[in-house]
Nanobody
Framework: QLQASGGGLVQPGGSLRLSCVASGVSLNSYTVAWFRQAPGKEREWVAVRRVSGGMTYYSDSVKGRFTVSRDNAKNTAYLQMNSLKPDDTADYYC??????????????????WGQGTEVTVSS
């Protein structure tokens, strides 16, 4: 299972780093993605780090501001979020799976999920 943490209240322009600790599974074997869901909105894909080659991809809304990474020794994935905006406010989820490249943005292709961690960007 996955355990996400690191959310909180931050001012616009600030930074947060979310962590996703895996237990019982090895993140080395999975593509790990981050999704978010704001109140009243659909779940949105944010970023992904693919299992093969470690390639990373980002949604246009976070590209250049967010960075995904992984610490194999700690079996933990991270989402570094910089230059946060009020529109980034949402519950953030990490997920692991083996989606093909063309399907990596679809949350239904991930079978292992962490609980959400809440991020609020507000002054």
């Amino acid at each position: 299972q996955l355990q996400a943490s690191g959310g909180g209240l931050v001012q616009p322009g600030g930074s947060l780093r979310l962590s996703c600790v895996a237990s019982g599974v090895s993140l080395n074997s999975y593509t790990v993605a981050w999704f978010r869901q704001a109140p009243g909105k659909e779940r949105e894909w944010v970023a992904v780090r693919r299992v093969s080659g470690g390639m990373t991809y980002y949604s246009d809304s976070v590209k250049g501001r967010f960075t995904v990474s992984r610490d194999n020794a700690k079996n933990t994935a991270y989402l570094q979020m910089n230059s946060l905006k009020p529109d980034d406010t949402a519950d953030y989820y990490c997920a692991a799976g083996v989606p093909i490249l063309s399907a990596q943005r679809d949350w239904r292709n991930y079978r292992i999920w962490g609980q959400g961690t809440e991020v609020t960007v507000s002054s």
